[in-house]
């Protein structure tokens, strides 16, 4: 009987196992070129400029992708801006301040906000945290912080504020995971250290939790912009998908990922769909971009 | 005890290296196991003995930047030539670990039998026969008798050790290599397994690594003192426990070094 | 003294921080639980799961054709994503030194950033074009690709926790390494790995945006691979942005369906999880 040595058949599981890593890596390449080769009619006829151009018109074939980048942008910062305290904080009271066994529950609680699909949190948000920022929120923020041209402008419920206080909640357990299982490898006897000295609590986090886990938690909240840049259903449902630049954050906009959504289907222009896929490509290279970049800083922070 | 030395060698190291990386861990050991008999090896830890126990089976180079050089002869055929096919070693030299390992969500019986079956028997017959040879050799038979079927994750410590015991009985090996087996341990369950080692003993050779003393004593035929890397004295177990050669071994059981 | 009690006072105000931003996530989730429980149920009856939607007007329906449309589109992209994870899981975890797999590990991590709505157009191009027709089975592509890294991550990590002088004890026993991995390793974790695929599988069943456009969506049931299929998380979609109550009502049932769908699934795979690396933990 023909037998192979048993370092051969090592071998050919071992190849076997490559070729498939290899699959999956060219599918991640093969995303990367259909996007391209897709994108490639518009990026011929509007190049760079597209990015920069305010005017997306499909009737009229014109398409100009700053409102979309511009309400990303905006909703997604609101959102981190919103979110990065208060993940690190959760973080902290779940790693510094719960006993353990109710710590597991609420982290658990947490990270079941990641699990609710946005389409849920979507409906919600139509119909309970839109009625409630135009009536209770908007109002609110007139009153107070009315001199500021961000917070003018009359209030529909949906738009800009809206889209981006979701966007914060489902954000957080992306960010307080991350952070928590930073906290958790800061070394008992560094507390301690800190606690000799004399710190309160407060100090002690400041001191020996916090400072030495920075890079850490910038990594967390670039993934959590990451996490924000292209998440889809729940904007398309709060933000008004009007493709506008405007200075109130209580005005409807649009993103890339929700003018995606909206139009895609009925898009019947080659330009039209060509320029979409334009938009697919930019937004997977800023989410590529931004969750490469959060990669290395775990990679220096860890070699450091 | 004196007629082992007319027994006849099954395995020989001849000036056997081994590295991790830069760290010479193995220092040239050249030394003779006869058949059917226990040695043991003992030392302080970090000495090598570990190490050069593993490549008595070539499982140590499945360690990654690790190397061995020099020979082991099982029955004279060189294990390291490269003609040999490193599966057919370890299907003749066996090997039981310090900590019980047990295969995860696996029977007693799928445990023991495991060897086999995955080397083509599927006999079930033959399998059952097997199991329960190796397990009364193994002294766990009476225990296990009842629930073959039960995880062997559920035993006790002592349990699991010979269960692992049996697992590497049920290929049949010749050779039979044992790393601490017994550290982990309480010592009623080591009682258990010294005990049947000298039953295992009427038909396989066992090589110990022991880092206690009183073991080797009690139930080897010949020992080995390691330091470093080198092997510093090796004989007859009577020989090196009341009568040892070298200063360095006499320290050592005298309990004046390691 | 002053400055002493300067320093409790930040100290008690950054415990109130924390249980205030512990608050500002849980009363979200606990609203939107309640929402979806409240407005949920009394929109569920028995037609819900055996019915086909009614047209505009007229009362009652149900989703069955989407229930089943989502079974059959998560089962297809799992059909698709588990063998390919789960090899992709064992080359990390057992060759996790080579460069390859370093790569590969990059590759998986990048894969879970990228947003749901490029998959579907990914999916729409490569399926649907080609195919000239939406499809369950560019559903079940665009699916697949989400469900892929989370199988290959936990299987990964799964698989790691088996202890190395397991696999040595294989070995031991003159065993090739292929059937170690194979008939020891992967065998032996194979609840653990099915808890893996479950999250993934939690995970894919919400997904709206890629389904918007690859397996699109109908109103009635459908068993066809090449065909449009319905979906919950996309008829909810239809029905929330409608102007019609009835509809409004029927996304709200949907929605219970769903969450109670995924957060049971979800739950009980972290459970597990948690309890399998408790355990290897000692």
């Not at chain 1, 649009?254 to 490509?281: K, Q």
């Not at chain 2, 049947?196 to 110990?208: A, D, P, R």
């Not at chain 3, 079974?71 to 090899?87: D, E, F, K, N, R």
């Amino acid at each position: 009987m023909f037998k192979l040595k048993s370092k051969t058949q090592d071998a050919l599981l071992f190849y076997i196992l490559r070729v498939i890593s290899l699959v999956v890596i060219g599918l991640l390449l093969g995303i990367i070129y259909v996007l391209i080769d897709a994108a490639w009619p518009a990026i011929k006829s509007n190049g760079l400029s597209f990015l920069l151009r305010k005017d997306w018109n499909p009737v009229e074939d014109q398409y100009g992708a700053l409102p979309f980048i511009f309400g990303t942008v905006i909703t997604s910062l609101i959102a981190l801006v919103i979110a990065t305290p208060v993940s690190i904080l959760i973080a902290l009271f779940i790693t510094e301040y719960l006993p353990k066994s109710f710590s597991r529950i609420v982290s658990l609680l947490v990270e079941m906000v990641a699990a609710i699909p946005s389409i849920v949190f979507g409906l919600w948000g139509i119909f309970y945290l839109a009625p409630f920022v135009k009536s209770t929120i908007a109002p609110f923020l007139k009153l107070h912080l009315g001199f500021l041209p961000v917070f003018q402008g009359p209030s529909f419920g949906i738009g800009i504020l809206t889209a981006a206080l979701i966007l914060s909640i489902m954000i957080v357990p992306t960010i307080s995971s991350i952070c928590r299982s930073i906290f958790e490898l800061v070394p008992a006897h560094q507390k301690e250290a800190s606690y000799a000295l004399g710190s309160t609590k407060y100090e002690m986090i400041k001191l020996a939790v916090i400072a030495p886990s920075i890079p850490g938690i910038s990594s967390a909240v670039v993934l959590g912009l990451g996490r924000a840049l292209g998440e889809t259903m729940a904007v398309t449902m709060l933000i008004g998908n009007s493709p506008v630049i405007s200075s109130s954050f209580f005005s409807p906009a649009a993103t890339m990922a929700s003018v995606m959504a909206n139009e895609y289907a009925d898009a019947n222009t080659p330009l039209h769909v060509s320029s979409l896929c334009y938009l697919a490509l930019l937004l997977f290279l800023i989410t590529f971009l931004s969750n490469l970049f959060a990669k290395t800083i775990v990679k220096s922070f860890s070699k450091g | 005890m004196s007629d082992y030395k007319n027994a006849k060698v099954i395995l020989e190291a001849k000036k056997l290296e081994a590295w991790f990386g830069d760290f010479h861990a193995v220092k040239g050991i050249t030394v003779e196991y006869r058949e059917k008999t226990i040695n043991a090896i003992i030392g302080p830890s970090g000495c090598g003995k570990s190490t050069y126990l593993r490549c008595l089976n070539r499982i140590h180079e499945e360690i990654e930047g690790t190397r061995t050089a020099g020979e082991v002869l099982l029955e004279g055929k060189n294990i390291y030539d490269k003609r040999v096919d490193v599966v057919d070693v370890r299907k003749r030299i066996g090997m039981v670990f310090q900590k019980p390992n047990p295969f995860p969500s696996m029977s007693i019986l799928d445990n023991v039998v495991i060897g086999l079956r995955l080397q083509g028997i599927s006999k079930r017959s033959t399998l059952l026969e097997t199991a329960e040879s190796c397990l009364r050799k193994a002294a766990l038979w009476e225990e296990v008798k009842d629930k073959l079927n039960s995880m062997g994750t559920s035993l006790s410590g002592g349990q699991q050790q010979r269960l692992c015991i049996a697992r590497a009985l049920a290929v049949n090996p010749p050779v039979l290599l044992m790393d601490e087996p017994t550290s982990a341990l309480d010592p009623i369950a080591t009682a258990k397994i010294e005990e049947l080692m000298n039953e295992i003993k009427k038909e396989y050779t066992v090589i110990i690594v022991t880092h206690n003393m009183q073991q080797a004593a009690r139930i080897s035929d010949f020992t080995s003192f390691f330091v470093y890397g080198n092997m510093i004295e090796h004989g007859l177990s009577s020989d090196i426990f009341t009568n040892p050669k070298e200063k360095q071994t006499e320290d050592y059981i005298s309990g004046r070094f390691g | 003294m002053n400055y002493r009690s300067y320093r409790k006072f930040k100290n008690y105000l950054f415990l109130i921080l924390t249980l205030a931003s512990a608050l500002a996530v849980l009363i979200p989730l606990f609203t939107i639980i309640q929402f979806v429980l409240v407005q949920g149920a009394s929109s569920l009856s028995l037609n819900f799961f055996t019915e086909l939607p009614k047209p505009v007007g007229e009362a009652g329906g149900g989703m069955k054709h989407a229930i089943l449309g989502t079974i059959y589109i998560v089962l297809l992209g799992a059909a698709m994503a588990i063998p390919v994870g789960v090899t992709c899981g064992i080359y990390l975890s057992e060759f996790s030194k080579s460069k390859l797999s370093k790569t590969l590990k990059l590759t998986v991590d990048l894969m879970s950033g990228i947003p749901s709505i490029v998959i579907g157009i990914f999916a729409y191009l490569i399926v649907v074009v080609p195919l000239k027709s939406f499809s369950a089975f560019a559903g079940g592509i665009a699916l697949s690709i989400i469900m892929l890294p989370i199988i290959v991550k936990t299987s990964e990590e799964i698989l790691k926790l088996v202890p190395n002088h397991i696999r040595e004890a294989g070995l031991a026993l003159g065993l090739p390494r292929w059937k170690v991995i194979l008939f020891i390793i992967l065998k032996g974790s194979v609840s653990n790995l099915l808890t893996g695929i479950i999250l993934a599988i939690s995970r894919a069943a919400g997904e709206t945006a890629p389904l918007l456009f690859t397996a699109f969506g109908n109103m009635y049931i459908n068993y066809h691979i090449n065909e449009p299929m319905a979906s919950l998380p996309v008829q909810i979609y239809t029905y929330a942005i409608s102007p019609f109550k009835d509809w409004q009502r029927q996304a709200w049932g949907g929605a219970f369906v769903l969450m109670v769908l995924i957060l049971t699934m979800n739950l009980f795979a972290r459970f597990i999880l948690t309890k399998i690396k408790d355990k290897k933990g000692i």
